[in-house]
């Protein structure tokens, strides 16, 4: 089975020996990959119909049936995890992600891996404010996009707003310098490109443009 860098590194985050709910399976290739390392149990988990028979018929060919669980349910509601699992959001908005697990349920959880396609500063600032903190923190390059998956355990965690924007997990580590880079020119762009009359939102890309450049001098960049 070959993964994506994306799920391969989503993969390389979860404990070997712990309940996966993967919420949101699309075609289930990453319940497939942990029950064929052999240390997990799976549950493949989606709203939709389709996602599902194409989940079920992706797990028969591989001839696991018998050992990937498979659950339709909208979000967490047909849900019960085991007091060692971990639910696994990837793909998704980060509003869908907040809607999904806006429920006491998200607190059974050991972990939570969550790779979002918008909105990081947001995720980061609503779930430390939950009662969770960031453990580990990933940028992947794949496609020509970068991608941030997060993984969360309940605790207690004040991340400052540069934090929530930067990641807290993410700073002072150079393998992520391609990443601040990228980011900055974004900003950099956005800022040409904003009338001079939202004055209020010039300034807030300002910030976040002084706190890019200062995380990247920090390697002498």
């Avoid at 996966?20 to 289930?28: E, Q």
């Avoid at 972990?111 to 995720?123: A, D, F, G, S, V």
């Avoid at 990933?138 to 924007?165: D, R």
Wanted: aromatic share 10%; net charge positive.
């Amino acid at each position: 089975m070959h993964l994506s860098k994306r799920l391969e590194t989503i993969a390389s985050m979860i404990p070997s020996d712990y309940e996966v709910i993967d919420i949101g399976c699309d075609h289930a290739l990453l319940d497939i990959y942990l029950t064929q390392k052999g240390n997990n149990h799976c549950i493949a988990s989606d709203m939709r119909s389709s996602v599902i028979e194409i989940a079920k018929k992706n797990i028969q060919s591989y001839q696991l049936d018998h050992q990937i669980e498979i659950i339709q349910s909208d979000g967490l509601n047909n849900i019960v995890p085991s007091k060692k699992a971990v639910a696994v959001l990837a793909g998704m908005g980060t509003s869908t992600i907040l809607s999904i697990l806006n429920t006491s349920k998200v607190y059974l959880f050991s972990y939570l891996i969550i790779q979002t396609n918008n909105e990081w500063e947001k995720l980061r600032k609503t779930f430390s404010q939950k009662g969770f903190c960031l453990v580990e923190e990933k940028t992947v390059l794949e496609n020509h996009k970068y991608y941030i998956i997060m993984k969360w355990q309940k605790g207690n965690a004040h991340y400052s707003n540069k934090k929530c924007f930067l990641g807290p997990c993410l700073m002072h580590h150079s393998e992520n310098i391609p990443y601040f880079q990228e980011t900055l020119q974004q900003y950099l762009n956005i800022l040409q490109n904003i009338p001079k009359q939202y004055v209020k939102k010039k300034y807030d890309i300002r910030k976040r443009i002084h706190w890019l450049k200062k995380e990247l001098k920090a390697y002498h960049l």
